[in-house]
């Protein structure tokens, strides 16, 4: 829940980068997701509410449930590219969102 990137993550996806030499990054995001859900409403409290505010400065105003998640998603794999991408140029980065309702994963994202 709560697909963001913060430094946790961050040297997690670098670890397997630079050392295990994974050759590309995909940031799964899912559709129905509480996290985006609570940001699109706002609705957000307790720890998880620092998350949460994070992907609704993301999403703006978006409040169509698979737009907001592949706005989450697409500032997710920035993220990952502006932090390795220089250190590590043949680095690829994607983006995807898993249907949840139908069990699909969309890797061509608006
Ligand atoms: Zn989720």
Redesign the pocket.
Known sequence: ???VVDETVLSSVDYAVSHLKAPLVVVLG?TG????NSAINGNASGMIKKTIDKISKIIGETKDDYLATCKNVNFGVNEIKTALCTHNPHLKVIGAVYHSDIGTVDFDIV
């Open positions: 829940m709560g697909n899912h997701c509480g996290a985006v």
